[in-house]
């Protein structure tokens, strides 16, 4: 069954430190990937896309994240966060040329000072 | 803000009761995709169309139906609502259905709040 794992449900971090959220997925091709960034009583804005090409992949907000097909995952990174990257991250899938987008469950970061 | 607009904001209504939800796509965009998120089932796919066609069916109810308009424009059908229908609902746009050109862009979403 298609499936896409975001194993950690909340990350907390000081402020100034790297960040990296998994994403692991099960499908039965390589799909296109993303991630996203919710941000309280807001929509979803994309923060970056992967399709083919470069598995490195550089977003806004100075995200990052990492296609490894060997091991079925999109880890996405930053550096040194902000305050105003607290916020839910979600990791979605869609099968190529079929649009509809399967998301994990999501993860919760915290922003400490 | 990512160019999709949706209609309500909010909306509080009674079980069996029926509402309507409204989206306007980005400029260009002939792909909208409806998604539910509730804290029992995280995002869902809903239901997608195409330049006025439905394309693709995820989870949804036989209660809720949608549409896209020659405008391009989409109304999400909720009827006889139940407890459990209360979510945030998204919509989304893309500009076509394969490689890059499918990539979505979200809406700020509706939140319906069923009592």
């Known amino acids: 069954a298609q499936s896409v794992t975001q194993p950690d449900i909340h990350i907390t971090v000081s402020e100034g430190a790297s960040l990296e959220l998994r994403c692991n997925y099960s499908?039965?091709?390589?799909?296109?990937l993303f991630w996203y960034v919710q941000s309280p009583g807001q929509g979803l804005q994309l923060l970056l896309k992967?399709?083919?090409?470069?598995?490195l992949v550089q977003g806004i907000k100075g995200f990052e994240a990492e296609f490894k097909r060997s091991q079925s995952s999109f880890n996405l990174r930053k550096p040194s966060v902000h305050w105003s990257d607290a916020a839910e991250y979600f990791c979605?899938?869609?099968?190529?040329?079929?649009?509809?987008?399967?998301f994990g469950a999501g993860t919760q970061v915290v922003v400490t000072p | 803000d990512s160019g999709v607009t949706q209609t309500p904001k909010h909306l509080i209504t009674a079980t069996g009761q029926r509402v309507t939800l409204r989206c306007s796509p980005r400029?260009?965009?002939?792909?909208v995709y409806w998604y539910q998120q509730s804290l029992d089932q995280g995002l869902q796919f809903l239901i997608q169309y195409y330049n006025g066609e439905e394309r693709a069916k995820g989870n949804i109810l036989e209660r809720f139906s949608a549409q896209q308009f020659p405008d391009l424009h989409s109304e999400l059908n909720l009827s006889s609502l139940e407890l459990g229908d209360s979510a945030l609902y998204f919509c989304a746009s893309s500009v076509g259905t394969s490689g890059e050109a499918d990539t979505q862009y979200f809406g700020p979403g509706t939140r319906l709040t069923v009592l």
């Open positions: 499908y039965g091709a390589t799909p296109y």
């Open positions: 400029s260009g965009d002939l792909s």
């Open positions: 979605a899938v869609g099968p190529r040329g079929r649009g509809k987008l399967q």
């Open positions: 992967y399709f083919s090409g470069d598995t």
